[in-house]
Nanobody
Framework: QVQLAESGGGLVQAGGSLRLSCAASGIVFARYVIAWYRQAPGKERELVARITPGSSTDVADSMKGRFTISRDNSKSTVYLQMNSLKPEDTAVYHC?????????????WGQGTQVTVSS
């Protein structure tokens, strides 16, 4: 059974920091790209950051310099460090596991964790 468990969300004041975690189980972690997406009320889901098994990263332009993604393959966990948070960062943050090829497996999603940034 595949599970992606997000944690670390919460309420923080503008300018503060949070670190989200995404712990994966039931997949061959080293064969998956892990991505963070977010969706705010009334808005479309957007990609926040993505990291390959070899730790190559891609962060959305609007979050570069504030957000950092990393992974610990020994713990099957990906982290999203979010600094200098703004009210517009308020959203539900989901992690997603994207296989390197269709032969590896399917895409999987976590339930999400709420991040609320107060002004």
């Amino acid at each position: 059974q595949v599970q992606l468990a997000e944690s670390g969300g919460g309420l923080v004041q503008a300018g503060g920091s949070l670190r989200l975690s995404c712990a994966a189980s039931g997949i061959v972690f080293a064969r998956y790209v892990i991505a963070w997406y977010r969706q705010a009320p009334g808005k479309e889901r957007e990609l926040v950051a993505r990291i390959t098994p070899g730790s190559s990263t891609d962060v959305a332009d609007s979050m570069k310099g504030r957000f950092t993604i990393s992974r610990d393959n020994s713990k099957s966990t990906v982290y999203l460090q979010m600094n200098s948070l703004k009210p517009e960062d308020t959203a539900v943050y989901h992690c997603a596991a994207e296989p390197l090829s269709p032969r590896v497996g399917a895409n999987y999603w976590g339930q999400g964790t709420q991040v609320t940034v107060s002004s």
